[in-house]
């Protein structure tokens, strides 16, 4: 009867070295997709004085998306319709299409009354600016 000797330790170490060769085939940042739709990518930025995102929606008409702001969270949701017309014929399609949505997390309290919308070569880019310390603190109240 044959005699085989198992090592766990260097099976596992086996086993790491060739998942690490595998994910060092990729490229740095790679993303992948699953399901259908379409998913706009956002940056998320911000300074002393403002929040800035920025999301990719090329294609998109500015009709076609709706903003807003709950509690501390913006919501974007839309749809990028697909360019073909009744006349033509798919050969090939590789872009996404359907509806959207976002909920992103704001990472401070914002001046709803300050947010600013511009849709320009297909990047949507939203100012907002935020509650200062002081003007969240001071608050004049009117006496009736």
């Known amino acids: ?79 990028k319709k697909q360019t073909a017309n009744e006349t033509q014929k798919v050969m090939l399609s590789e872009r996404l299409y359907g509806t959207f949505s976002r909920e992103i997390p704001l990472p401070e309290k914002v001046d709803r009354s300050s947010i600013e919308a511009k849709l320009d070569a297909g990047v949507l880019t939203i100012t907002i600016k935020k509650v200062t310390a002081e003007s969240a603190t001071e608050v004049n109240i009117e006496i009736n």
């Open 1 to 79: 009867m044959p005699h085989f000797t198992f090592e766990p330790m260097k099976e596992m170490e086996y086993l790491s070295e060739r998942m690490k060769k595998f994910v060092d085939e990729f490229p740095e940042r790679f993303s992948v997709e699953f399901g259908k739709g379409y998913t706009p990518r956002i940056d998320l930025l911000h300074d002393e004085q403002y929040v800035y995102v920025y999301i990719e929606l090329p294609g998109v008409d500015r009709a076609n998306v709706n903003l807003k702001i709950v509690d501390n969270t913006l919501l974007v949701a839309g749809e």
